[in-house]
């Protein structure tokens, strides 16, 4: 019965909806299904992308764009470089399942989390009316409200992040570093003296044989 | 405020969008295509030429006349005739992709500059632009976001080393660089009050500073962002000095090493489409776009886009410039410059802006407080580098 309000809004409004919902469907079942991380990476990137296309749905052209810059932009690609140089983009096997009853677990973790969104929803499927409280209006209001809210409302949440973004980058640094004080190049001559040696006894055995 | 905010939107679509909006809009769209794709050929040929007169050789002299203008065409159809090959360890599928997601992005980012006034096309009035959306900068962001994946997994799918340390390098920088290039887009951002790229051409049109001097970003905001900008969007670019992505005496071709035929032709293209439309970007953000004074003769309309295309020029034989003078940045010389250098120093110029937009004199506390954090931080850098070099001595 409400599904019949979807297709009350305008038929623009409607295929977009169902476009970025069958972009971000299979991009995530792409996610799960893909044996090989980087295509389960690129998948991810797919899925991103049709939550940006929703915002912009919505008129979040701000969110939409971040989306991407953050998301897609930033973070897959950081993904993406470790699997990469950890050279983890192996396919995997699918018989050995390393977390003993997963599949029942990750049900009742579904069936928890549909009931939420049911509840929050107050049992209202989509209506096709813009789901925010206020209407978002012309160009760059966006960035206006946003900011508004940001700086004044949830002033302190945000600060917040940030003081965990800043300690977070200051224990990356420490962790790269050694607590004797020895400079990573260290390892890295080592690592060449150690190849070279390698080399000279290889080249003896061959010499020898 | 409210007036940037009406004239950044498309005058096409303000009596709803009927028959003759969508055709204009594929019209544009169709021109806009063709336009890119002649200034690519023509960027092609433009650098060869012009840098083989720096390096005091002829360079194209056979296609199309004594100056060989038909040379970039030649090699465009010489290459879709040549064997596609396709590398046995390759993951084919994201090889065929890569290809793709570099050029489509490419094609996409230049739909955000503006390239003239206003225009009436069967009484409809319209925008020499192809598209405006609220958000127009972030859209160009997002999308140098995106053409990361386009090198990074070009050189991944090859499944052969020199690709995939070269697109390993090329992504390290572009996603670098990228953070001194947003610093220095929100400065820009922060004066004309919009992310619209629209706007803020509108925004510089007026009288300047002396009222001679027009009201371009590059003087309001002082030089800096404007020199930020050019060096973050040439590593973007990966051209030269950045292109030790392609360094051919250490990674062969780099990222596109396996790729052959129209698939490398594709990003060749992009490469270049990203040199024209980055360039276009700079001329947008810091020169007023397409402002200019009319001087008669041609039609009205027409001078926004000669004003336009000189400018661009102007960008275009830079990058030329620039490849012809100056030599290739090591790794971490380009890791430095990028972290220690443009960062710090846009993030300041940023605060420094900020503080002039809210009350002058504030500006007079940000700035001597910059240069003491900034001589702290230099300062800090010293004493550790000595200190490496005390330990690497032992």
């Known amino acids: ?209 | 405020m409210n007036l940037l905010h009406l004239l950044a939107a498309d005058p096409l679509f303000n009596d709803g969008v009927d028959v003759g909006v969508v055709l204009i809009v594929a019209l544009k769209t169709l021109i806009t295509f063709a336009v890119l794709m002649v200034a690519v050929l023509f960027m092609v040929w433009y650098e060869r030429k012009l840098i083989s007169d720096m390096q005091n050789r002829i360079g194209p002299a056979k296609a199309g006349g004594r100056f060989g203008v038909l040379q970039s065409l030649a090699d465009g159809i010489k290459l879709f005739f040549k064997e596609d090959l396709l590398p046995e360890r390759a993951d084919k599928r994201v090889f065929r992709l890569a290809p793709y997601l570099s050029a489509v992005p490419a094609f996409l980012s230049f739909a955000v500059v503006p390239v003239g006034g206003t225009i009436t096309i069967a009484s409809h009035q319209t925008n020499l632009q192809l598209a405006d959306p609220p958000v127009g900068i972030l859209f160009l962001l997002a999308m140098s976001g995106i053409s990361v994946y386009g090198v990074m997994l070009a050189g991944w799918s090859s499944g052969s080393k020199y690709p995939l340390l070269g697109s390993v390098r090329a992504s390290a920088q572009m996603v670098s660089y990228e953070a001194a290039l947003g610093l220095s887009i929100a400065t820009v951002v922060v004066v004309a009050g919009s992310l619209s790229t629209h706007a803020i051409v509108v925004d510089q049109s007026g009288a300047g500073p002396g009222g001679f001097l027009p009201s371009w970003n590059i003087i309001r905001l002082g030089v800096v962002p404007f020199v930020i900008f050019m060096i973050a969007a040439t590593a973007e670019l990966n051209r030269p000095p950045f292109d030790l992505v392609e360094a051919e005496q250490e990674l062969v071709g780099g990222f596109h090493t396996e790729y052959s035929s129209i698939r490398f032709a594709l990003f060749f293209l992009a490469e270049f489409m990203n040199t024209v439309t980055w360039s276009a970007i700079i001329v947008t953000l810091f020169l007023g776009g397409p402002s200019g004074p009319l001087l008669g003769v041609l039609p009205d309309w027409l001078w926004p886009i000669v004003w336009f295309l000189a400018k661009l020029m102007v960008f275009l034989s830079v990058y030329v410039w620039f490849r012809a003078t100056l030599p290739r940045l090591r790794y971490d010389q380009l890791m430095d410059l990028g972290w220690k250098v443009l960062i710090p120093l846009s993030l300041f110029w940023l605060l420094v802006i900020a503080a002039v937009r809210v009350e002058s004199w504030y500006a007079a506390v940000a700035i001597p407080a910059g240069l003491a954090i900034a001589f702290l931080l230099s300062r800090a850098m010293q004493v550790g580098r000595a200190r490496v070099e005390e330990k690497v001595g032992q």
Do not use: C
Request: hydrophobic share 60%; aromatic share 6%.
């Open chain 1, 1 to 209: 019965m409400q599904l019949v309000s979807l297709f009350a809004a305008t038929k623009v409004d409607s295929l977009t909806f169902i476009l970025g919902a069958v972009i971000i469907l299979g991009g995530a079942l792409g996610v799960v299904l893909a044996r090989n991380p980087v295509h389960a990476a690129l998948m991810l990137v797919q899925t991103l992308f049709g939550v940006a296309v929703l915002f912009v749905a919505q008129g979040a052209h701000f969110l939409a764009a971040v989306q991407v810059i953050v998301y897609a932009g930033a973070i897959v690609v950081l993904f993406l470089f470790v699997i990469m140089l950890l050279g983890v983009d192996k396919e995997e096997l699918v018989a050995a399942e390393p977390l003993q009853n997963q599949i029942p677990i990750a049900l009742a973790v579904i069936a928890v989390v549909a009931a939420e969104l049911l509840l929050l929803g107050r049992q209202r499927w989509a209506t096709g009316a813009p789901s925010v409280v206020g209407r978002l209006e012309g160009p760059s209001r966006n960035v206006e409200q946003l900011a508004e809210v940001i700086f004044t409302r949830y002033l302190f949440a945000f600060e917040a992040t940030s003081v965990l973004l800043v300690i977070a980058v200051v224990a990356a640094v420490a962790l790269s570093r050694r607590s004797d004080g020895s400079d990573v190049d260290a390892d890295y001559i080592a690592g060449i003296e150690a190849a070279e040696q390698a080399l000279a006894e290889e080249s003896d055995a061959e010499v020898t044989s």
